[in-house]
């Protein structure tokens, strides 16, 4: 009987042992560079037709800054952690540079890491996280909102530093690999209507152009087929200036 009892506890042990590693293999471990096949329809930056896309573009006001902060997700379900790690420092938003230790490290922060390792943020949990670090944050969810809008917000959020716009979306609805995604947009060129999509995931994807059409279809993919939420987009204003502040400062614009 003993026998029998120190076999089932080593088994147990074991199968413990394999399914944690597994757990640390999926979750934890940094990502090996695995680069996948770019669909037709999507367009690399760095590919000939990519690079004259950029340098057509006028509305690349962001592009510098999000280059010079980009981090790349350091874990399966880290696009948030490494959005936000890129935002948060390309706008200024603290005195020091954040790294990913300190972006969980606030008071106002209640995001677990080991919970976005498994099952990372939604855009709801992502926009409380800008702002426990003193982001002003818009959410909108495609399912209120319209193409025309979201194509209006890209071109005047591109046209002018300071603020950034994020996507929330299903890369399946683009021809990847299915999983729910999120990452700032670069730049807009107006002449083939495509947004940058400056991919976090970078050791999957490269920047990529992405119709704005065909990134409203995947924000609008539904979480959940039972309900009408969808995905979305979202407009971090830095350094304090957010809505409530620019309509103050038109006040006084006009009060002169």
């Known amino acids: 009987m003993k026998r029998i009892l120190a076999t089932l506890a080593a088994t147990a042990v074991l199968a413990f042992a394999v399914g944690a590693g597994a757990a640390w293999n999926k979750y ?103 702002r426990a670090h003193g982001a002003r944050v818009s959410v909108v969810y495609a399912s209120a909102s319209s193409l025309d809008a979201f194509r209006k917000a890209v071109r005047e959020n591109l046209a002018t530093p300071g603020d950034f716009l994020l996507v929330n979306y299903q890369r399946s609805e683009l021809g990847q690999a299915p999983m729910g995604h999120i990452s700032p947009i670069a730049a807009y060129d107006e002449t083939s ?12 994807y490269p920047p990529t152009w992405v119709e704005t059409r065909a990134m409203w279809k995947a924000m609008r993919a539904p979480l959940n087929p039972e309900t009408n939420v969808t995905r979305g987009y979202l407009v971090m204003h830095g350094d304090g200036v957010g809505p409530d502040a620019l309509t103050a400062r038109a006040t006084l614009a006009s009060a002169d």
């Open 28 to 130: 934890l471990r940094a990502p090996t560079v695995q680069m996948q096949p770019m669909p037709a329809h999507l367009i690399a930056l760095d590919s000939g037709a990519g690079q004259k896309l950029l340098a057509r573009a006028e509305a690349t006001a962001d592009f510098d800054a999000l280059m010079t902060h980009f981090v790349p997700q350091t874990r399966r379900a880290f696009c948030g952690v490494a959005s936000a790690l890129t935002t948060l420092n390309a706008a200024r938003t603290t005195p020091a540079p954040l790294d990913q230790s300190r972006l969980f490290d606030h008071p106002k922060v209640s995001a677990h890491p080991l919970k976005v390792s498994v099952i990372g943020m939604s855009l709801d949990d992502f926009a409380t996280l800008l």
């Open 193 to 204: 209507d495509r947004l940058l999509v400056l991919d976090v995931a970078a050791h999957k």
